[in-house]
């Protein structure tokens, strides 16, 4: 089946510790995103990428990077993770038919 | 530059009555309007879209919405609500396709027995 595949699902993991949440499509699709999603602020944009080879900073990118060696995959890096990265993240792809969205990652940072 | 607003964080709807969600936006291009849903512990999914031809879009579920330029809204609606409707509902805005599109707070929509 067509789609985002996220992994972890879910992680606990210690602050200041890095972690890298991996995103993978099957669609071919250009552009590729990575959001957070929590209570009252809906979907915050982190990073994006056009196109392999090239990203750009969303909303939110502080305490983020991300990587796009090749059209399928798009991980996202924390590389010291704080209380404040706890949130549900979201890696998703667009085409002409909008977005795709993954299943999401829920992150606690303690 | 392109922003979209949703009217209400939560509407409660009995079981078989109207469901409307409502969404403005603002644009300085023709837009490209869309609704998504997410279920409890899923990503979102798309239930329509509006790119520039009929104002009248139906999707999936029974769900419509009626792109209207003079009042720069997208509103959503469905006949008869379902138990299975219960879910977030998030209008988006985008200048082109699914390019970098903006995505409105969320409606969560609860539906009574």
């Known amino acids: 089946i067509a789609g985002i595949t996220q992994a972890p699902t879910s992680q606990i993991l210690a602050a200041g510790r890095r972690m890298t949440l991996r995103c993978t499509q099957d669609?071919?699709?250009?552009?590729m995103y990575w959001y957070r999603q929590d209570l009252g602020l809906g979907l915050r944009l982190i990073h994006y990428s056009n196109t392999a080879g090239t990203t750009g900073k969303g909303e939110v990118p502080d305490g983020y990077s991300v990587s796009r060696a090749n059209t399928d995959d798009f991980p996202l890096t924390l590389a010291s993770a704080v209380p404040s990265q706890t949130s549900v993240y979201f890696c998703a792809s667009s085409g002409v038919d909008g977005y795709t969205f993954g299943s999401g990652t829920r992150l606690t940072v303690v | 530059a392109q922003s979209v607003t949703q009217l209400g964080s939560h509407v409660s709807v009995s079981e078989g009555a109207l469901v409307l969600l409502r969404c403005n936006y603002s644009?300085?291009?023709?837009?490209?309007l869309f609704w998504y849903v997410q279920y409890p512990n899923q990503g979102l999914q798309l239930l329509l879209k509006?790119?520039?031809?009929?104002?009248l879009v139906k999707g999936i579920n029974g769900f419509e919405a009626e792109f209207k330029k003079s009042e720069t809204s997208f509103h959503l609606t469905k006949p008869s609500a379902h138990m299975r409707d219960a879910a977030e509902y998030f209008c988006a805005v985008s200048s082109g396709g699914g390019f970098k599109t903006i995505f409105g707070a969320g409606t969560r929509l609860f539906v009574k027995a």
């Open positions: 644009s300085s291009v023709p837009p490209y």
């Open positions: 669609m071919r699709h250009n552009a």
């Open positions: 509006y790119t520039s031809a009929a104002t």
